[in-house]
C-alpha cells in the first residue's frame, strides 16, 4: 500500500535533549512538509521540501533542522533550542510543488512529542 | 498579511444538514481545500475548489466565491461520525497551503 508512515506515534525527551521525528513515503511525491498542531489552533508549517537536498523554512523554523537526502524520506530534528517543543507533528507530501491544479497533500498518522 | 477565518465549534443533530464556513485573505489564490480531522489523527483530503460554483460528492459539498473570499462546506444526512474537526485551507500564490484554525463539529443524536 502506497502511504506515509511517521513513527514513533508517541515519543517523550526530557527537556533539553534533541529527538529526530521520521517521515516516509512510497508515493513518489516530490515535495514533502512538516507541519505543527497545537490545541485550538491549525497548522503551522515548519520546513518543506520541493526536491532532494534542498529544503525551505516555514514559518515557524525556529528550534528545528530537516534533511532530504533521499525523495522517500524528510526527517525532522526538534533541537534543545524550540522552547516550546510539546505538539503533534505532521508530515505530508504531495505531488506538484508548484504549478496549476490540485495540489492536495497527503498526510501521515502524525508523532505527538512530549517534553518532561 | 495571510488570514483564514471559521468558527471554532458548531453543533448539529444527527441526520440533518450543517454548513460551515471559511473566509479567506490569502497572497493570490490557487484553490481551496477543505480536510476532515478526527481527534489526535491525520487530516484527510475532502475537497477541492478553484472555480466558482458548487461540487458535490456526496454527503459532501463544497462551495467557493473567489470574488468574496468565501467558501463554505456542506454536510447532509449527518452522521455521528462526522463529529471531527473541519480544516479550510487556501493554497496561496506560492503554492504553499495556509491554514485556518479548524472548525469542531459537534454532532448530537
Known amino acids: 500500500d502506497g502511504g506515509i508512515t511517521q513513527s514513533p506515534k508517541y515519543l517523550f525527551r526530557k527537556e533539553g535533549q534533541n529527538v529526530t521525528l521520521s517521515c516516509e513515503q512510497n508515493?513518489?511525491?516530490?515535495?514533502m512538509y512538516w507541519y505543527r498542531q497545537d490545541p485550538g489552533q491549525g497548522l503551522r508549517l515548519i520546513y518543506y521540501?520541493?526536491?532532494?537536498?534542498?529544503?525551505q523554512k516555514g514559518d515557524i523554523a525556529e528550534g528545528y533542522s530537516v534533511s532530504r537526502e533521499k525523495k522517500e524520506s524528510f526527517p525532522l530534528t526538534v533541537t534543545s533550542a524550540q522552547k516550546n517543543p510539546t505538539a503533534f507533528y505532521l508530515c505530508?507530501?504531495?505531488?506538484?510543488?508548484?504549478?496549476?491544479?490540485?495540489?492536495?497533500?497527503?498526510f501521515g498518522p502524525g508523532t505527538r512529542l512530549t517534553v518532561l | 498579511g495571510q488570514n483564514i477565518d471559521q468558527p471554532t465549534e458548531m453543533t448539529a443533530t444527527e441526520g440533518a444538514i450543517v454548513q460551515i464556513n471559511c473566509t479567506y485573505q490569502?497572497?493570490?489564490?490557487?484553490?481551496l481545500f477543505w480536510y476532515q480531522q478526527h481527534a489526535a489523527e491525520a487530516p484527510t483530503f475532502l475537497s477541492y475548489?478553484?472555480l466558482d460554483g458548487l461540487e458535490e460528492k456526496g454527503r459532501f459539498s463544497s462551495f467557493l466565491s473567489r470574488s468574496k473570499g468565501y467558501s463554505y462546506l456542506l454536510l447532509k444526512e449527518l452522521q455521528m461520525k462526522d463529529s471531527a474537526s473541519y480544516l479550510c485551507?487556501?493554497?496561496?500564490?506560492?503554492?504553499?497551503?495556509?491554514w485556518g484554525a479548524g472548525t469542531k463539529l459537534i454532532i448530537k443524536p
Open positions: 505530508a507530501s504531495s505531488i506538484l510543488s508548484g504549478g496549476s491544479g490540485n495540489n492536495e497533500q497527503f
Open positions: 485551507a487556501s493554497l496561496d500564490s506560492n503554492y504553499q497551503l495556509i
Open positions: 490569502t497572497s493570490g489564490f490557487n484553490g
Open positions: 508515493l513518489n511525491h516530490d515535495a
Open positions: 521540501s520541493q526536491i532532494v537536498n534542498d529544503f
Open positions: 475548489n478553484v
